[in-house]
DNA sequence: TCCGTCACG
DNA sequence: ACGTACGTGACGGAC
């Protein structure tokens, strides 16, 4: 018996509109690596799978709309007119959908003058002829005109993934009419987006109920003297013509001159190869593991049996049969959230010769030889996350030497922009797919748990484990490949080892001191809050801007004068021009000040210094900017006030661990102008830095054109240096006039006066976007990369934005490079003179130690000396000290 | 979980 | 005509 032929036919252009719109949303995450918007070609995917597997056709078929112009448009020039133009952030995706299409090995089609709902109507009929089932799928319901026992229409309603199909009992069902009836109402009742405008008056309802007593158009005309006098027969008398016009362009065609065949269509599914080619061009990570999991890839073929690690759970009685040194071991040391600082221990896996070895007894690594793995010279260990691993077998008296491979680290190199903390993703992005991420196997929030079940837990552990032996060779040749060797070897590995120090020193905190500054705070907060409620007639709750806005701007009838997306903006640069219309407006300002210092650096601080041994212990992010500086978390010692007095004393709490010791710190003074002097050869710029001028007030004399020894008044050397630091930011003469307070064209002028006086810094910012826009990203000192695909965006402010970027990373990253190098130095240096300093802190260009009293005058010679020749610039580098009794005092 | 706000370089 | 300084993290409130 011959098996049944079907035809699948769609609606190109409905489907992709629809896929665009149901993930608008999320526009901007859809964005490859070429800055391609990719979100209509993903919902398109996802439709086009689900219904293949549903239908499961025989016969495959896109059709799209050719063009403005058919044979519609020449009956009524109006047609379709006054439609929103696309958008071009869809348009774009067209010609990729199409070569998606093309590796499904599904034909596209489209025909001058015909839309393609006709190029549909057309097939459908030829293949009824032949006996075959059609399914239609669009998203426009006036294509169920073509329901017949042998078509169902599925129209896709809001999402890609729902659908309501249409059979000719569902038309009827809902309209009390045939399909072909549809066409009739269209032609009464017009349409609305097409823009045909069908009988005066009449509306649905009025047109089903004459097509339910006569059956079509020409019905009703032919029996026009049954219908009452009324102004509705009027209307349908005068527009008669209008009425049989409007019928034409709703009917859709089913003799349009098609010239493929039948046989053109059949479809033996897709080129696998082709479409993992796409898929890696579209950066849909998702489809390609599907891909490898469902055994798709002809050259990394998945079986059963490569999804499956062998292992041995290790026990004690094991141990004795290891090897003693080898030469490799890949490790991972599993912990059960995020602060390895005290997260439970999981678990361990362990790689060495081709064997896998796991168990959750992380006592066993104390013992030989597994201790002797991790702390001997000779063998190289591969990790993930090497700080974190280092220490959690620190907390197990295990002193880890040596990292070779560091799987998150090379990976963050790699790409700084697109970097994930879980072993799974990550590994994805580097097309490799055998490993689970946590999310799947632990799950998240509070369902997150280590799975009970031992050979849930072994397997993936040996699935990490396996991921970093195999992406090792490849990404450290890709590392090589981009140069990047040496950022990795010599700075950012040898630097985990640094930060893991800084981080298990901790700082200490005294909370005494905290809670006095807190108890006055708390006396002032409830001040402030009595006098605002006065002020504002009512209570009400001042940290919520909502309420806070509807006080202000309602009730007080204060002009409103920014808005955010959700209501008034109450940010202190709209409440400072506020200032003196209302005394309420100076409270609330000071009632934030002090409620932010409560609330974070008091609260804050308390809950998380540990009762062991009174200190904090952040956590350095070594993999997460996109510039290359590092980032603090848990708590964040990085954005400590200082700015205003109030904040300032915070630093008080920030002591010595031993008695008789002294906080030491050293920053690095102007070091991105010295950067930006050093990589755009400005000789104005470096000369300044040469001569050790103050920069700002130089600035300052050359671009309002004072004398060179003239005295600079405080109020352009603010302005001055404010246009620095827009030059550092990349700057916009908006941005420049919102802060210094300037109108736009001031501004304008500054910044042009400025690129006058500083050429070669003009000539560096152009020179950047545009090689930025060839290579398609930039880099630092030394060659750490951060890419900028919307650099090509023609969303203007995107690409603005990346345009912005391309000048600042270079300097702020750079600046990130040298400090780096300098704390490897720092550490090395300390630890060669013997000193019992130790350093702590890193806020970006600052280093802060502790040290006993009688070390600081080495200090005083040593950190600036190492600091100031971490790198040999066009410029010096500039490097101040100070020490005291307290993070406060060391100013 | 997102948003607005605000602390730092 | 557009909306804008670069890089972060933590909090409270609203959904």
């Known amino acids: 018996m011959k098996e049944t032929n079907k035809l699948l036919l769609i609606d190109g252009n409905s489907v992709a509109f629809r896929a665009f719109f149901a993930l608008h949303q999320s526009l901007e995450r859809f964005i490859n690596h070429d800055g391609l918007h990719t979100n209509a070609i993903y919902g398109f995917k996802k439709m086009l799978d689900n219904i293949l597997a549903t239908v499961q056709p025989t016969h495959v078929l896109v059709a799209f709309d050719a063009g403005k112009q058919t044979f519609r448009t020449e009956k009524f020039a109006a047609y379709k007119q006054g439609r929103a133009k696309t958008p071009s952030e869809l348009s774009e995706q ?6 998606m299409l093309s590796a499904y090995g599904i034909i596209s089609y489209e025909l001058t003058n015909y839309e393609a709902d006709d190029i549909i109507g057309t097939l459908a009929a030829q293949a009824e002829l032949q006996d075959f089932q059609v399914t239609i799928v669009t998203g426009d319901r006036d294509l169920t005109q073509l329901a017949t026992t042998k078509t169902t229409v599925a129209v896709n309603q809001k999402g890609v993934s729902e659908i309501e199909k249409y059979t000719p009992a569902h038309v009827q069902e809902k309209y009390g009419l045939a399909p072909a009836q549809i066409v009739d109402l269209k032609g009464l009742i017009g349409d609305n987006s097409d823009n045909y405008p069908g009988v005066t008056k009449i509306g649905e309802k009025t047109g089903l109920r004459l097509l339910h007593q006569f059956g079509s158009i020409e019905g009703i005309y032919q029996n026009l003297d049954q219908l009452k006098p009324s102004k509705m027969k009027e209307n349908l008398i005068n527009e008669e013509s209008t009425a049989f016009l409007c019928k034409d362009l709703a009917q859709i065609r089913r003799d349009a001159p098609i010239e493929i065949k039948m046989d053109q269509l059949k479809w033996d599914g897709p080129d696998l190869k082709s479409l993992r080619e796409f898929y890696l061009a579209m950066d849909f990570r998702s489809f390609l593991r599907q891909m490898a999991v469902d055994g798709q890839f002809q050259d990394q073929q998945v079986t059963a049996d490569q999804e499956q690690v062998t292992y041995q759970v290790l026990e004690q009685t094991k141990l004795a049969s290891l090897p003693v040194v080898p030469a490799q071991v890949t490790f991972y040391l599993e912990m059960s959230g995020e602060n390895y600082h005290n997260a439970e221990f999981a678990g361990f896996a362990i790689k060495v010769d081709d064997k896998f070895y796991v168990t959750r007894q992380t006592e066993l690594l104390k013992q030989a030889p597994l201790k002797n793995w991790l702390e001997n010279q000779e063998t190289s260990v591969n990790l993930f996350d090497a700080k974190r691993t280092i220490i959690g077998l620190r907390r197990l008296g295990i002193h880890l030497q040596r990292v070779a491979f560091d799987l998150l680290l090379v990976s963050y190199l790699l790409d700084t922009s697109d970097n994930s903390n879980d072993l799974g993703k990550l590994a994805q992005q580097h097309d490799y797919y055998l490993v689970a991420s946590d999310e799947e196997v632990y799950g998240k929030g509070t369902k997150y748990a280590i799975p009970s079940k031992d050979s849930r837990l072994f397997e993936h552990l040996c699935h990490k484990v396996r991921a970093i032996a195999e992406l090792q060779q490849p990404l450290l040749a890709k590392l090589e490949a981009n140069q990047q060797l040496e950022l990795y070897l010599k700075i950012e590995r040898p630097l985990t080892f640094v ?25 002032q907060l409830s001040d402030l809050e009595k006098a605002i409620y006065n002020e504002a007639g009512e209570e009400f709750n001042i940290n919520s801007p909502k309420q806070l806005g509807v006080i202000l701007f309602e009730k007080l009838k204060l002009p409103v004068i920014k808005k955010t997306k959700t209501g008034y903006s109450t940010a202190v640069g709209v409440l400072e021009k506020l200032r003196g219309m209302a005394p309420i407006v100076d409270h609330i300002l000071k009632y934030r000040q002090l409620a932010k210092l409560q609330s974070t650096y008091i609260d804050g601080l308390l809950k998380v210094i540990s009762a062991k041994d009174q200190k904090i212990h952040t956590r350095y992010t070594q993999t997460l900017t996109a510039t290359g500086r590092l980032s603090s978390v848990d708590p964040n010692l990085q954005n400590i006030p200082i700015r205003l007095a109030e904040g300032r004393q915070i630093r008080q709490a920030f002591v010595p ?23 755009s050869h400005d000789q104005n710029m470096q000369a300044a830095f040469k001569a050790g001028a103050d920069i700002h007030a130089s600035t300052a004399r050359q671009i309002f054109g004072l004398a060179d020894d003239a005295k600079v008044t405080a109020n352009l050397r603010r302005q001055a240096k404010a246009v620095n630091f827009g030059i550092v930011y990349g700057i916009s003469d908006y941005g420049l006039s919102q802060n210094v307070g300037i109108s736009r064209q001031q501004a304008k002028k ?35 990369r951060r890419y900028l695909p919307e650099i090509k965006s023609k969303n203007y402010n995107l690409r603005s934005f990346a345009e912005r970027t391309a000048m600042n990373t270079p300097i702020q990253g750079s600046a990130a490079d040298i400090i780096k190098v300098a704390m490897i130095r720092m550490q090395q240096a300390l630890q060669a003179n013997h000193l019992q300093a130790k350093m702590l802190l890193q806020v970006h260009d600052e ?33 101040e000290s100070a020490y005291g009794d307290t993070w406060f005092e060391a100013k």
């Open 94 to 99: 067209f010609p990729f959908l199409k070569k």
């Open 499 to 523: 930060l893991a120090e800084m981080e298990i020193a901790g700082i200490k905190v005294d909370p005494q001191k905290l809670k006095m500054i807190s108890s006055k705070l708390i006396e």
């Open 657 to 679: 661990s031993h008695a008789g010791w002294k906080i030491f710190s050293s920053d690095y003074s102007q070091i991105e102008l010295r950067v930006l002097a050093h990589i």
């Open 750 to 784: 500054f910044i042009e006066r400025y690129f006058e006086v500083f050429p070669g810094v003009h000539q560096y910012m152009q020179e950047i976007v545009k090689k930025a826009h060839a290579q398609g990203y930039v880099e630092t000192l030394f060659k750490r």
């Open 847 to 879: 280093l802060i130690f502790e040290a006993p009293a009688d070390e600081i005058p080495r200090l005083e010679e040593l950190v600036p000396g190492i600091m100031d020749s971490a790198v040999d610039l066009e410029v010096p580098l500039k490097v």
